[in-house]
């Protein structure tokens, strides 16, 4: 009954506002991608015919043998680690379960420049060959750090964690019975793994392969450094280099629909299939129990990604920052605050908004809230390339008509007020991370029930009375949760702050990138470990919530 009188309180003409902001914010948040599809249409194909007869094949073909690649690593490593790590038993389990996760807090550009300083032809590693052997140039073969295939280990080192939560969770999910039946029909453990285990766990593992293959479409710092041509480097290129919007539109538009076969691959895997657990048992509380030996490369096969992902790298960092990088001065100061500052700005706008569109999808559940909030979560689906050119655009020509206003008016003169400024940065921040706050954010609410919004009503409070006093304290853990991620998100962000930072404004990431294009990778270690120590901390409060759940499920 109370559940009946909150939807029809929720239908009230008071809480109009909240609709109307809903849809507001989705459209506003949704221009960039209309910008993006309109330059497609519109522009003209001189620039397009001479990227079609020269460099568009060799985009889309690194842009695929870069997934396929990156896929096939981030399986290899992610699925085998969640199955040992969930469903066998062996010393070190516990750790290893969390500690799996540590390569998330690495930017792909980082390792990469590190390997980059340890693995290339200077670096210790070759010169320790060279003076152990005698050997020089060409009298040897090493692996080629800066190719195609580099790229692809880069990748698969920090994007592998993704198809190992989610293939974890749904090993976790599966029920023990499952398991013993399968032992019944007389099933080996690695017979089970593939037959029933792994069938089972697909959604959720194909999910997982959706989000990293849409970070290795994303990533402009690797394959820029390697000089492997994909479409974020053809991209800022084009817009860069030939100065025509329309072509790096269409060549966005490209991209676009990689995206768009991801995510119809990802709702595909999931279409008409419904798995049943019978009964409550789960995998966990019977475990595999394995042999020594058996042990022990289980857990050397869990452990070398946590070496190779994060330690080593991490290791590399803070040696040359310590002890070979020029000590930082008030610039590093300077990058710093504004590295922090800018996220933190973005934090809040981005969880404010959450807020508004989570609250109205909780008291309006219309076919147009929900098509605003589903509009209003593209935004992380997309490279940062694309929402940088998509940002631009229409506030550079806002910028114009605001110029035009004041010289028709007044003979001020008025700069760029929002191309120019902060101001796009925090937009395209806030267009690209809104779907990570809003999912914390519903996640939250969802947990609130209906009775508390009742309560609060009765007792003559508004809804941003009800929302402010009542739902805000209660989401106080996921809110504090999305503003850290968003955080760090915005911290580590490099395309989209490359394209939008105002002229003599640099960031943390911003700087990193330059130093190591210009070789200097030494020089670079301390502004890339701070971006890896901040990080860290979303990671390691993930890490403590795993570790939690598992020692409730034991």
Known sequence: MAELSHTKLAKKPKWNWLKMAAVLIAAILALPILVI??????GDGDVWQHLYETVLAEYISNSLLLMVGVGIGVLAIGVPCA????MCEF????FLSWALLLPMAM???IIAYTYTGVLDFAGPVQTFIRDLTGWRYGEYWFFEIRSLGGAMTMLTLVLYPYVYLMSRAAFLEQSANTLEVSRTLGYSGRAAFFKLALPLARPAIVTGLTLALMETLADYGTVQYFSVNTFTTGILRTFYGFGDVAAASQLAGILLLFVAMLILLERYSRHRIRYHASGLKKASHRRISLARRHAVWAWVFCALPILVGFLIPVMVLAYWAIFKAEMPGSN????????FYLAAMASLIVVGLALVLGYAIRLNNSRSVKFSVGVAGMGYALPGTIIAIGTIVPLAWLDHRVI????????????????GTLFALLFAYTVRFMAVSLGAVQNGLGKIKPSMDMAGRSLGMSP???LTRIHIPLLKGSVLTAILIVFVDTLKELPATLVLRPFNFNTLAVR??????????IDAAPASLMIVLVGLVPVVLLSRSISSRSRHAK
Not at 91 to 94: A, F, L, P, W
Not at 332 to 339: C, D, G, M, Q, T
Not at 512 to 521: M, Q, T
């Open 464 to 466: 941003y009375k009800v």
């Open 83 to 86: 199955w040992l790590t969930s």
């Open 91 to 94: 010393r070190g389990r516990h």
């Open 37 to 42: 599809l309109v330059n497609v249409l519109i």
């Open 332 to 339: 590093f100061v300077e990058l710093a605050w504004n590295s």
């Open 107 to 109: 930017p792909a550009y």
């Open 512 to 521: 990193a990138f330059e130093l190591a294009s210009d070789e200097r990778l």
């Open 404 to 419: 035009d206003f004041v010289k028709h008016y007044s003979d001020e003169r008025v700069g760029l007020l929002f191309s």
